[in-house]
T-cell receptor, first 111, second 112 residues
Framework: KAGVTQTPRYLIKTRGQQVTLSCSPISGHRSVSWYQQTPGQGLQFLFEYFSETQRNKGNFPGRFSGRQFSNSRSEMNVSTLELGDSALYLCASSSEVYEQYFGPGTRLTVT | GESVGLHLPTLSVQEGDNSIINCAYSNSASDYFIWYKQESGKGPQFIID?????DKRQGQRVTVLLNKTVKHLSLQIAATQPGDSAVYFCAEKGHTGNQFYFGTGTSLTVIP
């Protein structure tokens, strides 16, 4: 079974731009969660989608948004990028409310 | 919100020795925990999990211990190998859905 895939793997954007990241969960998994990982803050939860509905949301500003499609694929969007948004963005999928598996991440650099 | 801490940010062990990585959590109502391994440039890799109705769970060369009285988790790696060198995170499941709270991580270095 293929694992969680994320595209693109690397991205460089300029401050003020917006970005969209994509995640394809493990086949059959309906839950997709997004995390931001930085050296200073560690792994922080952004939001979770389950069956196309946002089920949980972390403490991030409204510039961070997401959605999930009927095939469980998910996208997250960051608008008006700031330098502090530079991070590794990780997507994780679960078949139920346990056993969360991560993708390789998208490394976002904001200049 | 919950906070999950790690007792030691770095750990060095000799190849073949056993490793113990510790983690403290804050929410006594938490019912599920996962240990992850993250190698440089990769996403966290699921190692082993444990539910709060257990105090010990074993996998291949790994054992997780849960002490609910003092809100403490540990990951034991037997016969540590160079391939075990990585950062290890404990994660505590939140109240709803799949929101997890992660510790700051312990960097394990295995000395050949």
């Amino acid at each position: 079974k293929a694992g969680v895939t994320q595209t693109p793997r690397y991205l460089i954007k300029t401050r003020g731009q917006q970005v969209t990241l994509s995640c394809s969960p493990i086949s059959g998994h309906r839950s997709v969660s997004w995390y931001q990982q930085t050296p200073g803050q560690g792994l922080q939860f952004l939001f979770e989608y389950f069956s196309e509905t946002q089920r949980n949301k972390g403490n991030f500003p409204g510039r961070f948004s997401g959605r999930q499609f009927s095939n469980s694929r998910s996208e997250m969007n960051v608008s008006t990028l700031e330098l502090g948004d530079s991070a590794l963005y990780l997507c994780a999928s679960s078949s139920e409310v346990y056993e969360q598996y991560f993708g390789p991440g998208t490394r976002l650099t904001v200049t | 919100g919950e906070s999950v801490g790690l007792h030691l940010p770095t750990l060095s062990v000799q190849e073949g020795d056993n490793s113990i990585i510790n983690c403290a959590y804050s929410n006594s109502a938490s019912d599920y925990f996962i240990w992850y391994k993250q190698e440089s440039g990769k996403g966290p890799q699921f190692i082993i999990d444990i539910r709060s109705n257990m105090d010990k769970r074993q996998g291949q060369r790994v054992t997780v211990l849960l002490n609910k009285t003092v809100k403490h988790l540990s990951l034991q790696i037997a016969a540590t190998q160079p391939g075990d060198s990585a950062v290890y995170f404990c994660a505590e499941k939140g109240h709803t859905g799949n929101q997890f709270y992660f510790g700051t991580g312990t960097s394990l270095t295995v000395i050949p």
